[in-house]
Every structure is written in C-alpha cells, then in structure tokens.
C-alpha cells in the first residue's frame, strides 16, 4: 500500500490518468526551488490534487492540513472516505474520522 505522504490517505496504483486528482505524483519534500535535489531522500509520493496544493512549498502541518481539505474536497476524495466509513463498519476502531495522521 503506498499512501500520500502530504494527507495520509492511500493512493490507487490502477489510476492511469495523470489529470486524475487521484493519480499518483512524485513530490520533492524540498522543492528544486529552495535548493531540493531529486534524489531518493527527497522525493516522497503524493496525490496530484495533494502535491499542486503543496505547490512550491515545504510540508509543514498547515500545508499538510490544507493537502487534507484539498483532497477531501474534490469527488475522488469523498469516494475515499465513503469506503473507509462502510469498512470502519466491519473493522471498529480502524480508522476514526477526524483523527490526526
């Protein structure tokens, strides 16, 4: 399972369509613009909807936090929290909405 390191939430591996909010993007944790190489030890995996809201920033919490709302906002992310919402039915106590990553 790979996971979004800016909201927290898994990334689908079948979403093959860049333009999805979904899709899986690779992020420099320092960007190239404050001086960020792309190496392995700066790039994390993130939502393209997560990593355009991070933009040309470091991940600090309100960045994180704003990544959250962004993600949560759009159709895609919805349909996330509906899933985990009927499995936290079956698996109590596995997922709490509201609860910090």
Same mark, same amino acid.
């Not at 591996?13 to 960007?31: A, M, Q």
């Not at 993130?46 to 991940?59: F, M």
């Not at 349909?79 to 009927?86: D, G």
């Given at each position: 399972?790979?996971? @979004?390191?800016? $909201?927290?939430? !898994?990334?689908?591996? @079948?979403?093959? /369509? ?7 993007? *690779?992020?420099?944790?320092?960007? +190239? ?14 939502? &393209?909807? @997560? /990593? ?8 600090? &919490? ?9 993600? +949560?906002? /759009? &159709?895609?992310?919805?349909?996330? +929290?509906?899933?985990? !919402? *009927?499995? %936290?039915?079956?698996?109590?106590? %596995?997922? $709490?909405?509201?609860? %910090? &990553?």
């Amino acid at each position: 399972m790979i996971t @979004c390191y800016l $909201c927290g939430y !898994e990334i689908d591996p @079948c979403i093959g /369509n860049p333009n999805h909010p979904g899709f899986k993007t *690779r992020d420099h944790v320092r960007p +190239l613009a404050m001086g960020g190489k792309s190496n392995a030890g700066n790039i994390r995996y993130a939502h &393209r909807i @997560c /990593n355009l809201q991070k933009g040309g920033r470091t991940p600090t &919490r309100v960045v994180t936090d704003e990544c959250r709302k962004a993600f +949560l906002s /759009n &159709r895609y992310g919805k349909s996330v +929290l509906r899933k985990l !919402e *009927r499995e %936290s039915i079956f698996n109590i106590g %596995s997922f $709490c909405i509201g609860e %910090s &990553r």
